[in-house]
T-cell receptor, first 113, second 112 residues
Framework: DAGVIQSPRHEVTEMGQEVTLRCKPI?????LFWYRQTMMRGLELLIY????????DSGMPEDRFSAKMPNASFSTLKIQPSEPRDSAVYFC???????????FGPGTRLTVL | GESVGLHLPTLSVQEGDNSIINCAYS??????FIWYKQESGKGPQFIID?????DKRQGQRVTVLLNKTVKHLSLQIAATQPGDSAVYFC???????????FGKGTSLLVTP
């Protein structure tokens, strides 16, 4: 298995632009998570899905952030419009039925200028 | 203005020594605890977990200890190797949930 796949690996954009981050979870995993990592705040859970349904989006910072999971093999995290404070590494992770054993992707490093 | 970054606690150990990384949690409802390792430029990787009805669990070269009385968790790494250099996070979940809440992390540096 290739593991969790994220794209792009790096994204540099200007303030006000729309950013879309993509994730392909491990096949057969029921849960998908989006995390954000910064030096200031560490690893924060943004949203997670179970069987493609959003379960908890309380970590999504603002209405500028949205996430979708149209099918079991694909999810997107969109930021519109982006701001410099959104600069961070965004991780997607997936897990099966075993609690806590999430497999993380390599992350997308986002820089908003 | 200049932003102040989060300064991770750092543990420096010599190769071959044992390492102990500590973590405190605050949620009394936490019932499942996990340690993750994050190497530079990579995503966190699962190491070992423990349920709240246990106080010790051993893996290969790693042991996790849980003290629910004082809400403390530790990760012990035996015979630390250079490849163990990374940031280590404890995480918890509660109420049979699947979403993980991560601690701030500890940076482990293994010197030859």
């Amino acid at each position: 298995d290739a593991g969790v796949i994220q794209s792009p690996r790096h994204e540099v954009t200007e303030m006000g632009q729309e950013v879309t981050l993509r994730c392909k979870p491990i096949s057969g995993h029921d849960y998908l998570f989006w995390y954000r990592q910064t030096m200031m705040r560490g690893l924060e859970l943004l949203i997670y899905f179970n069987n493609n349904v959003p379960i908890d989006d309380s970590g999504m910072p603002e209405d500028r952030f949205s996430a979708k999971m149209p099918n079991a093999s694909f999810s997107t995290l969109k930021i519109q419009p982006s701001e410099p404070r959104d600069s961070a590494v965004y991780f997607c992770a997936s897990s099966g039925r075993v609690r806590g054993r999430a497999f993380f992707g390599p992350g997308t490093r986002l820089t908003v200028l | 203005g200049e932003s102040v970054g989060l300064h991770l606690p750092t543990l420096s150990v010599q190769e071959g020594d044992n390492s102990i990384i500590n973590c405190a949690y605050s949620n009394s409802a936490s019932d499942y605890f996990i340690w993750y390792k994050q190497e530079s430029g990579k995503g966190p990787q699962f190491i070992i977990d423990i349920r709240s009805n246990m106080d010790k669990r051993q893996g290969q070269r790693v042991t996790v200890l849980l003290n629910k009385t004082v809400k403390h968790l530790s990760l012990q790494i035996a015979a630390t190797q250079p490849g163990d250099s990374a940031v280590y996070f404890c995480a918890e979940t509660s109420n049979s949930g699947y979403a993980l809440n991560f601690g701030k992390g500890t940076s482990l540096l293994v010197t030859p």
